[in-house]
């Protein structure tokens, strides 16, 4: 039993978290639910984090095709989400990399060995004066 209804959690970790999150095993749902309670009081610092480690397990779990790491991928998506409704808040477009969630896939892509993978272009959608690194 979920704490969260339908509703609350596409609202908390959009429409694709949810999907993932009624995959998720039974198990997993109690800490995945406290988790994503906690997400919004998130600073950006503690969200950057998390988007670090929850992109980097999401590729290590990709490799378990048959096993289920839903969960994985749900904080995943909901850091993506979360980011990214953070960064509409400030004044950006979808279409700027710049977003909390877009840096730390940059980081951890060019941690893994691939540099240029993720982008690392300055804000354009917003004044020169507000671009943001």
């Known amino acids: 039993m979920s704490a969260f209804t339908d509703e609350?959690?596409?609202?908390?970790?959009?429409?694709?978290?949810?999907?993932?999150?009624k995959a998720a095993a039974e198990l997993a749902r109690p800490k995945l639910?406290?988790?994503?309670?906690a997400l919004r009081d998130l600073?950006?610092?503690?969200?950057?984090g998390e988007c670090r480690r929850w992109i980097?397990?999401?590729?290590l779990v990709q490799r378990f095709q048959r096993m289920n790491f839903?969960?994985?991928h749900c904080r995943g998506t909901a850091c993506f989400f979360e980011s990214r409704r953070r960064h509409r808040l400030a004044g950006h477009d979808d279409h700027c990399s710049q977003s909390i969630y877009g840096r730390a896939y940059a980081a951890v892509t060019t941690d893994a060995g691939y540099p240029g993978m993720g982008s690392?272009?300055?804000?354009?959608?917003?004044?020169?004066?507000a671009v943001t690194r």
Do not use: F, K, M
């Not at 639910?33 to 309670?37: K, N």
């Not at 600073?43 to 950057?48: A, G, M």
């Not at 690392?120 to 004066?129: F, I, K, M, P, V």
């Open 56 to 59: 980097y397990e999401g590729a």
């Open 120 to 129: 690392t272009r300055e804000c354009t959608c917003l004044s020169a004066s």
């Open 8 to 21: 609350q959690l596409t609202d908390l970790i959009g429409v694709v978290g949810l999907r993932e999150y």
């Open 43 to 48: 600073s950006d610092d503690e969200l950057y």
């Open 33 to 37: 639910d406290e988790w994503i309670g």
């Open 70 to 72: 839903e969960d994985v």
